[in-house]
């Protein structure tokens, strides 16, 4: 566990480094620790070196550890695929979403969403390189779903995630997807939006050059997933 501290000081430290050196605020960017597939006690250390946003793919083993770990300055983030069945749960156990692909997933969190809870954060997922392996809206797409999810109640849109291709075939799509982000902000509807998801263990640095301000770290943290 004291492996994960020295670990997560580690990804602090690029991310400070990488900040600077693209003269932006490291305090500016968020540390998702992306947790799916690791222990409850695996989290707790994390937690306990400081670490509060979490990131979860599976909705069920999500729920085992949200349910025994009870801190409540923890903040959830669903990363993972988005089944129509699972909103409900998702909408009730998490604060963020960052995989909205649709207009359709959309509505069912908003509909499921508790209104005493505060609304949820949602992310809409890009495929910015139209890998056929990947999910999320093509570019073209966002203006038009992202202006829609704006006006659903009970859900706070803050931004774009996507998972860039490590080999691009053309300009850097973490160049492309922050160009796209900045057009979508120019929408006065959706001006308010001030999240920008993307770069991992491999790539945090590219990401953090080209723009994002919260990047989704699990093996660099945690290690290779068993």
Sequence with gaps: MHNIQH?????LAR?????MQADRNPEKITLLAVSKKKTEQQVLAAYAAGQRHFGENYLQEAQAKIAAITQPDICWHFIGAIQSNKCRAIAANFSWVHSVNSLKVAQKLSQYRVQTL?????CLQVNIDREQSKAGIFPEQAASLATAVSQLPNLCLRGLMAIPSASPAQQCPFVRMA????NLKNNAQLANMDTLSMGMSSDLEQAITAGANLVRIGTAIFGERS
Aim: proline residues 11%.
């Design 15 to 19: 991310i400070r480094l990488a900040a």
């Design 118 to 122: 505060p609304p949820l954060n949602i």
């Design 7 to 11: 670990k997560l000081t580690q990804v």
């Design 179 to 182: 160009e796209l982000f900045a």
